[in-house]
């Protein structure tokens, strides 16, 4: 028999069966449920999938009737994968309201689209663009095989109508939507599809329907990458111990492609390898997502200058994809190439001098025989809200950088609030000043209190100065 939470606001008038659980990372015993979906909604007889959620249950007795539904990133992140973190982020929100964690269709233990993990290769081949292609393939075919191995319909819109369908399982009226990067996408899908639903949203570092990614990212890669320089430059510190940065950097891109032996990353293992282009830049980006990570770039690149790229490879393998950060890499497509491809008549985008159509490319190569579901008109206008809004970008952000939430929350009108952290970068929810700032915006009484939530920290918040290596007095600098 199933168990629903006794005393809880989301047991009055439910049908959801929840059963008690536990959760690897989180402390108490959460409750855990499963609602059968059809894989084509226009096909209420055809094949089904299951929808995993769990509910972590507010600790107070006296429990407010609208939980918190938090929408994973990606896309292709598991959301019940993230929870024992978000958990311990929003602890002051999971005191009244139950946080809930719904593994997306194509996530998780959703009908998941998972690509095996590449663990065989010698370095060299795991960064071989054809020998990727390849096994890109082959995981296509072993998808395609699976019961619910139609890829066309895992877009935003229906994984949107699965989260409601588990929104009305749990007998909730409302709910209040977080989500962070591609988590801001699906909240702005839900709040279009079911605007009557939604209390509160905080959207976090937002990628708008109509983003186009990867090609969008590559003039804010830039951005972010020319913002470093110019700060190294203006930083005495940083000018003294790296003096040639961005002569170093053009210069790392000029001999490319070079032939080199590196330690691997994870094993030790000297290699022979020929470092590109794209896994320079690659190597780049990731560490502009954050702050603290890109303070460690210009000595990545001095000494990438000096023909050592250990460093550089190094920082490339510290936002890696495993564990809980590991992307369902057959849903992230599904998504990106039904969603994000150019649409005909849509004005070329800007792109970044250095980063150029590198990851565009790949994409386009990989969309070009990856099954697309159909995506709605609608789904690509963002409309009004009647719900109060809090929409967060950092200013140091690679890739939904302000000038996306800026344009969002206007279309989403006067009940929407655009918040810039400055020296932030993507994702600023984790940052001690905003946490409070949600918990506050969520929690107020009523609108106008939430719209007039204090946000003056953001931006007290300083840039990491640049990283320098502790060395013996008598060798100077690096």
């Not at 700060?231 to 790296?242: I, P």
């Not at 070079?258 to 330690?263: A, G, I, L, R």
């Not at 702050?291 to 460690?296: C, G, L």
């Given at each position: 028999?199933?168990?629903?939470?006794?005393?809880?606001?989301?047991?009055?008038?439910a049908?959801?069966?929840?059963?008690p659980c536990?959760?690897?990372g989180?402390?108490?015993?959460?409750?855990c449920?499963?609602l059968?979906?059809?894989?084509?909604?226009?096909?209420p007889?055809?094949?089904?999938i299951d929808?995993h959620?769990?509910?972590?249950?507010?600790?107070?007795?006296?429990?407010?009737?609208d939980?918190?539904?938090?929408?994973?990133?990606?896309?292709g992140?598991?959301?019940?994968?993230?929870?024992?973190?978000?958990?311990?982020?929003?602890?002051r929100?999971?005191?009244?309201?139950?946080l809930?964690?719904v593994?997306?269709?194509?996530?998780?233990?959703?009908?998941?689209?998972?690509c095996?993990?590449?663990?065989?290769?010698s370095?060299a081949?795991?960064i071989?663009?054809?020998?990727?292609?390849?096994?890109l393939?082959?995981?296509?075919?072993?998808?395609?095989?699976?019961?619910?191995?139609?890829?066309?319909?895992?877009?935003?819109?229906?994984?949107m109508?699965d989260?409601?369908?588990?929104?009305?399982?749990?007998?909730?009226?409302?709910?209040?939507l977080?989500?962070a990067?591609?988590g801001?996408?699906?909240?702005?899908?839900?709040?279009r599809?079911?605007?009557q639903?939604?209390?509160?949203?905080?959207?976090?570092?937002?990628?708008?329907?109509?983003?186009?990614l990867?090609t969008s990212?590559?003039?804010?890669?830039?951005?972010?990458?020319?913002?470093?320089l110019a700060?190294?430059?203006?930083?005495?510190?940083?000018?003294?111990?790296?003096p040639?940065?961005?002569a170093?950097?053009?210069?790392?891109?000029?001999?490319?492609?070079?032939?080199?032996?590196?330690?691997?990353?994870?094993?030790?293992?000297?290699q022979?390898v020929?470092?590109?282009r794209?896994?320079v830049?690659?190597?780049?980006?990731?560490?502009l997502?954050s702050?603290?990570?890109?303070?460690?770039l210009?000595?990545?690149v001095?000494?990438?200058?000096?023909?050592?790229?250990?460093?550089?490879?190094?920082?490339?393998?510290?936002l890696?994809?495993?564990?809980?950060?590991?992307?369902?890499?057959?849903?992230h497509?599904?998504?990106v190439?039904a969603?994000?491809?150019?649409?005909?008549?849509?004005?070329?985008?800007?792109?970044g001098?250095?980063f150029?159509q590198?990851?565009?490319?790949?994409?386009?190569?990989?969309?070009?025989y990856w099954?697309r579901?159909?995506?709605?008109?609608?789904?690509?206008?963002?409309?009004?809200?009647?719900?109060p809004v809090?929409?967060l970008?950092?200013?140091?952000d690679?890739v939904?950088?302000?000038?996306?939430?800026?344009?969002?929350?206007?279309?989403?009108?006067?009940?929407?609030?655009?918040?810039?952290?400055?020296n932030?970068?993507?994702?600023?929810?984790?940052?001690?000043?905003?946490?409070?700032?949600?918990?506050?915006?969520?929690?107020a009484?009523?609108?106008?209190?939430?719209?007039?939530?204090?946000?003056?920290?953001?931006?007290?918040?300083p840039r990491?100065s640049?990283?320098?290596?502790?060395?013996?007095?008598?060798?100077?600098t690096p």
């Open positions: 028999m199933g168990l629903s939470l006794p005393g809880s606001a989301l047991a009055q008038g049908s959801a069966e929840l059963k536990r959760v690897p989180i402390k108490t015993e959460v409750q449920g499963v059968q979906r059809a894989l084509d909604p226009a096909q007889s055809s094949v089904k929808i959620y769990v509910v972590v249950p507010a600790l107070a007795r006296r429990k407010l009737p939980p918190v539904f938090v929408l994973a990133g990606g896309p992140q598991s959301a019940i994968s993230v929870a024992p973190m978000v958990v311990q982020q929003m602890s929100l999971g005191n009244r309201r139950d809930v964690f593994d997306q269709r194509g996530t998780g233990k959703s009908a998941p689209l998972m095996a993990e590449d663990r065989t290769g370095l081949q795991q071989d663009p054809q020998r990727r292609d390849a096994l393939r082959q995981c296509l075919a072993e998808l395609q095989k699976l019961p619910y191995g139609d890829l066309r319909f895992f877009t935003t819109t229906l994984a109508q989260i409601d369908a588990v929104r009305q399982a749990l007998g909730v009226a409302q709910v209040n977080v989500g990067s591609y801001t996408r699906a909240a702005l899908e839900y709040m599809q079911f605007p639903a939604v209390r509160r949203s905080v959207i976090d570092g937002v990628a708008p329907p109509d983003m186009v990867p990212a590559s003039a804010d890669n830039q951005a972010v990458l020319e913002a470093l700060a190294c430059e203006r930083d005495s510190t940083c000018q003294r111990s790296y040639n940065l961005r170093d950097w053009a210069t790392v891109l000029r001999r490319l492609p070079q032939d080199t032996v590196v330690p691997h990353p994870l094993t030790g293992e000297p022979s020929r470092i590109t794209e896994v830049l690659g190597a780049v980006r990731g560490p997502y702050p603290s990570m890109a303070a460690a210009p000595y990545a001095q000494q990438a200058e000096r023909g050592r790229f250990e460093a550089l490879l190094g920082l490339s393998t510290m890696g994809g495993r564990g809980p950060n590991r992307l369902a890499e057959g849903m497509l599904s998504v190439c969603e994000d491809q150019p649409r005909p008549g849509a004005p070329p985008l800007a792109l001098a250095d150029g590198t990851f565009a490319d790949l994409y386009q190569q990989a969309c070009a099954p579901g159909e995506v709605p008109p609608a789904f690509y206008i963002v409309p009004s809200s009647k719900a809090l929409v970008s950092g200013g140091l690679p939904t950088p302000p000038r996306h939430g800026a344009r969002v929350a206007q279309a989403l009108g006067a009940k929407a609030r655009h918040v810039v952290v400055p932030a970068g993507h994702g600023v929810m984790n940052l001690a000043c905003m946490r409070d700032a949600l918990f506050r915006f969520v929690d009484p009523d609108d106008a209190a939430a719209s007039a939530v204090d946000v003056s920290c953001a931006s007290n918040i990491p640049a990283f320098l290596p502790v060395r013996p007095a008598s060798q100077g």
